[in-house]
């Protein structure tokens, strides 16, 4: 009766808003097999940029950073919000921060994503407040299975909870009071690289209790469910011992590691949930949770485990209902095989961290086109003026409303290219589209070298035999999978830009630009857009 009220009054809110002219608040909106988000009533593509973890401490330190953000054409900026600071007295809540950062990035016509260093942050509780780390009686730690205390608030605690909650409301009622006019903040993510270190599992009090019942029927329910839909490797896991879906936490998954990660991930997911809960019903913002990825060889508690991982996937979204999406940060090479796992059972791509390292500009379009992300963000984004990322900004930018309005339709495709994976082969239409690092050429500058450059593409259909091409580094060559008799060749070529949605040529491309009408080709040390016309000939 509760939750109907809450849907009443949030759609009545929307409908007041309409009717006074005013824009709906950032949201989710499913489009085909793309989720896009919505900020002033379009469709909005993150092109952002996370701050290191101190820089925002102090409005003094960021007078600097402004102009490097929009220098690098970002629309967006990541920046945490610190427990500690907002609340550095039990009940007293100071937002004089973050209401400077907020009319800052107003002024430098930006979007802010908030991140919630709340218990969790990096596994660790670093940046609760002094009061809640003096009272361990209060605000239990987290015990390894010899007993020794870790710097981790207890995810069990239902004091550790109520206080989270509280801070995190107040912070979701000032964002309202403050910007519900403006939607400067448009989604928020709840905590951070959330996650077990040294231990799998929590063996103090609370949590042995909660190890030790049989598992929540709320689980139960959602594992019958879901049963044909799970992911496969906790399907495997699930599979082992039965397909039981009544009985204890090993019983069910059986004993080892992998239950102890199972039980926490689920616990982080319900404290998670009802968190974000609390927090959507004071300002329904979109919100989501990130996770440090697997290293090569690590078992559960030797890396953070129990986050949102894509292993984890059935765990989070079986206590995280109102958790709208699973993130990745980026500190691991596998970018498509990570990337592959999180777009599973529907839940969307957003990169909230990557390494701020030369592969950011073509792994930025490569996310749009290949997976139909909601946004890319590096890390660090002040410490360099990375000319290639800001010219990918630029250029993502300018196609935005082009590759908005294709999303979701089969339309949009993509690949990503370096020495190792040079080619690939898409589909669009009546054409397979051979896209190919353009180094593999044999007269290209630099493709002898031991290193090549990341090369990536954006092909969007936009007629039977029209095309938009945008990247670097690619040679791609077109042929016709209806009737491999046919030749296809290039009828028009076209470098250019998009000006208030329309299209202008800058240049006509024929002779060596196009080898001679073989091939259409962005090479290395450029970043651009082409308007590609075929014809077929016998």
């Not at 609760?128 to 009686?137: G, Y």
């Not at 599992?201 to 609370?206: E, P, T, V």
């Not at 697997?294 to 991982?309: D, F, Q, T, V």
């Not at 792994?363 to 946004?375: Q, V």
Request: charged content about 20%; proline content about 4%.
């Amino acid at each position: 009766m509760k939750i109907t009220r809450y849907i009443i009054l949030l759609l009545l809110f929307g409908f007041t808003q309409k009717a006074n002219g005013q824009q709906s608040l950032p949201h989710l909106y499913k489009k085909g097999s793309a989720t896009q988000l919505i900020v002033h009533d379009k469709p909005f593509l993150v092109l952002g940029g996370e701050l290191g973890n101190s820089t925002a401490t102090t409005v003094e330190n960021m007078e600097a950073i402004w102009p490097k953000l929009t220098a690098l054409n970002l629309n967006t900026v990541l920046i945490p919000v610190y427990w500690e600071l907002i609340e550095a007295q039990k009940g007293t809540f100071d937002f004089s921060l973050y209401k400077s950062l907020i009319s800052d990035a107003r002024k430098n016509n930006l979007k802010i994503i908030f991140l919630w260093f709340g218990v969790w942050k990096n596994s660790m509780s670093s940046h609760t407040p002094s009061w809640i780390k003096s009272d361990q009686k209060k605000y239990p730690l987290v015990k390894d299975q010899h007993g020794k205390s870790l710097g981790i608030l207890s995810s069990f605690s239902d004091e550790v909870l109520k206080a989270d909650i509280r801070a995190f409301e107040n912070l979701m009622g000032f964002i309202r009071d403050f910007d519900s006019k403006d939607n400067t903040v448009i989604m928020v993510q709840v905590e951070n690289e959330i996650g077990m270190l040294s231990s799998a599992r929590d063996y103090q009090q609370l949590a042995e209790t909660a190890f030790k019942k049989n598992i929540p029927a709320e689980l139960s329910s959602y594992l019958r469910k879901n049963k044909k839909v799970l992911v496969p490797e906790f399907d495997n896991t699930w599979k082992l011992n039965g397909y039981q879906t009544n009985g204890s936490w090993e019983t069910i998954f059986g004993k080892g590691l992998h239950t102890d990660e199972i039980f926490m991930a689920y616990y982080y997911s319900v404290f998670i949930n009802k968190l974000a809960a609390a927090g959507k019903k004071v300002y329904n913002l979109p919100m989501f949770v990130n996770a440090a990825l697997i290293r090569p060889g690590k078992l559960p508690g030797e890396y953070p485990s129990a986050g949102p991982l894509p292993h984890l996937m059935d765990m989070w979204k079986a206590g995280g209902t109102a958790i709208d999406f699973l993130s990745p940060d980026f500190y691991n090479p596998d970018f498509k095989q990570w990337n592959d796992l999180y777009t599973r059972r529907g839940n969307p791509l957003f990169i909230p961290e990557h390494v701020f390292d030369a592969s950011v500009a073509a792994k930025a379009l490569f996310s749009f086109a290949n997976y139909e992300a909601i946004g890319f963000s590096p890390f660090s984004i002040e410490s360099d003026n990375n000319e290639a990322l800001g010219k990918m900004y630029g250029l993502i930018s300018s196609l935005q409303q082009t590759i908005t309005k294709y999303q979701g339709t089969g339309k949009i495709k993509g690949g990503l290219f370096d020495k190792n994976s040079r080619d690939t082969t898409l589909e669009l239409g009546n054409y397979l589209i051979t896209c190919k690092h353009d180094y593999t050429l044999g007269w290209t500058p630099g493709n002898k070298t031991e290193v090549w450059p990341p090369g990536s593409v954006m092909i969007i259909q936009a007629d039977e035999n029209e095309f938009y091409v945008a990247g670097t580094g690619v040679v791609i060559t077109f042929k016709n999978k209806m009737n491999e008799t046919l030749n296809v060749g290039l009828l028009k070529v076209e470098e250019g830009r998009f000006e208030n949605n329309q299209w202008k040529v800058t240049r006509h491309l024929n002779g060596d630009q196009t080898h001679q009408g073989r091939h259409v080709n962005i090479p290395t040390n450029q970043i651009g857009v082409q308007r590609v016309e075929l014809y077929n000939y016998e």
